[in-house]
């Protein structure tokens, strides 16, 4: 099985800082990877799909990168409605994982 | 546009079978490429992918919990039942369904998600 980490676990940071995500596979995926937001009590939303393509409506300040093992997720200029926990997810070969999730908190 | 539902019992004994059924609208699972998934998030953790069924009948399921799960779809009445045996506590989680629109793809659109408590 294909397994994903994330780090960091918490992140404390303050509107309009930069903040960048790390989400490591296990083996290469290629760029099969997806970036997912979700917030207390609701379902995940989509970000990105495909390492770094934005899905339709979600705001320019995300971006995603990476290929093979190592992908980021970073958002330009944290927005106060981007306090929420994102996961990474795999979705190579048929078989789908997610990461552990990493909390983003303010300062 | 797209929307999905999940239903099913709150609260199931240990050892008992989970059923859940998604109910969903603004698509078909008779078109090609199209899946629907279930992924579920016990109070606090991360999520975890069970199961998914694409058009075609093609079924996927998480190694861990093949043996428990079975999903089938009834394409004319737009609905994915999701059956998984023998319950434990530690099966106490928020079931979401989700629709997968590209062949293993991501997912793209959520239910709000169930809170099934496993508890005697």
């Known amino acids: 099985d294909i397994q994903m980490t994330q780090s960091p676990s918490t992140l404390s940071a303050s509107v309009g800082d930069r903040v960048t995500i790390t989400c490591r596979a296990s083996q290469s995926i290629s760029s099969w990877l997806a970036w997912y937001q979700q917030k207390p009590g609701k379902a995940p939303k989509l970000l990105i799909y495909?390492?770094?393509s934005l899905e339709s409506g979600v705001p320019s300040r995300f971006s995603g990168s990476g290929s093979g093992t190592e992908f980021t997720l970073t958002i330009s200029s944290l927005q106060p409605d981007d306090f929420a926990t994102y996961y990474c997810q795999q979705y190579n070969s048929y078989l789908w994982t997610f990461g552990q999730g990493t909390k983003v908190e303010i300062k | 546009q797209i929307t999905l539902k999940e239903s099913g019992p709150t609260l199931v004994k240990p050892t008992q079978t989970l059923t859940l059924t998604c109910t969903f609208s603004g698509f078909s699972l008779s078109t090609s490429g199209v899946g629907v998934g279930w992924i579920r998030q016990p109070p606090g953790k991360a999520l975890e992918w069970l199961a998914l069924?694409?058009?075609?009948?093609?079924?996927r399921y998480s190694p861990s919990l093949k043996s428990r799960l079975t999903i089938t779809k009834d394409t004319s009445k737009n609905q994915v039942v999701l059956t998984m045996t023998n319950m434990d506590p530690v099966d106490t989680a928020t079931y979401y369904c989700?629709?997968?629109?590209?062949?293993?793809?991501?997912?793209?659109?959520w239910g709000q998600g169930t809170l099934v408590t496993v508890s005697s």
């Open positions: 495909k390492a770094s």
């Open positions: 069924i694409y058009w075609n009948d093609d079924k």
């Open positions: 989700a629709h997968n629109g590209a062949v293993a793809g991501p997912f793209d659109y």
